[in-house]
């Protein structure tokens, strides 16, 4: 029989790290679990803040983000419901070299750096996810890297638009539709490009039938091939 002490209430159902836990052990780790909340626009935590502490997406979304030399924002990861953050920052007395910012209502599950050292040693199965994670997340970041080297602002926006509908697409069809987690302005700074390029860019994607372009916050894509053959 299924535990379904978690559902509901926690993140302990919904976070690939913990899906090996039985009823009891999940009983416990409720019991160490702290909660927090953020509105939309609220920053979660700032470069050179104490990192002891692991951060369980419940329900809402966040990004981390850094500066560039010239002040701008620079958008590193998109988190959504089940991500967590920190984990690296678990294996050292170190801070946060990075910000992080709600841009939906969010709840969080916390584990302090104690707690989830011990769930690690009753539980080895937990640090092949987290490594999993972590391989995942460096090849997004060598991706980026690369992307943002990329002189072709049709190929950036073709980047991140692919990234969105493996994060967070519906296959509708023959459709592909994503809902912009982000402003124009918030795609501006994580392909590196001004609001204007974003703007007429995706304009000619969709004059071209690639995209579909509904509201300010949902698109269609028509044409995947098209998107990936511009990486």
Known sequence: MSCTC???QSCTYKVPIFQAFNCEETKALLKVIKRKTYQKGEMVFREGEPADTL???NEGKLKIFNYTKDGKEQILHLLGEGDFWGELQLFQDTTFNCYAKAIEDCRFCLITKQHFQQLMLKKPEMSLKVLEVLSQRLIHLEQLTLMLSNQDPESKLAYLLLELAKKEGVQVGSKMVIRLPFTREEVANYTGLTRETVS???????EKGIINI???????ILDVAYLKDLL
């Open 214 to 220: 509904i509201g300010h916050r949902k698109i269609e």
């Open 55 to 57: 951060w369980i997406v």
């Open 6 to 8: 978690g559902v509901g």
């Open 200 to 206: 007429r860019k995706l304009h000619q994607l969709s």
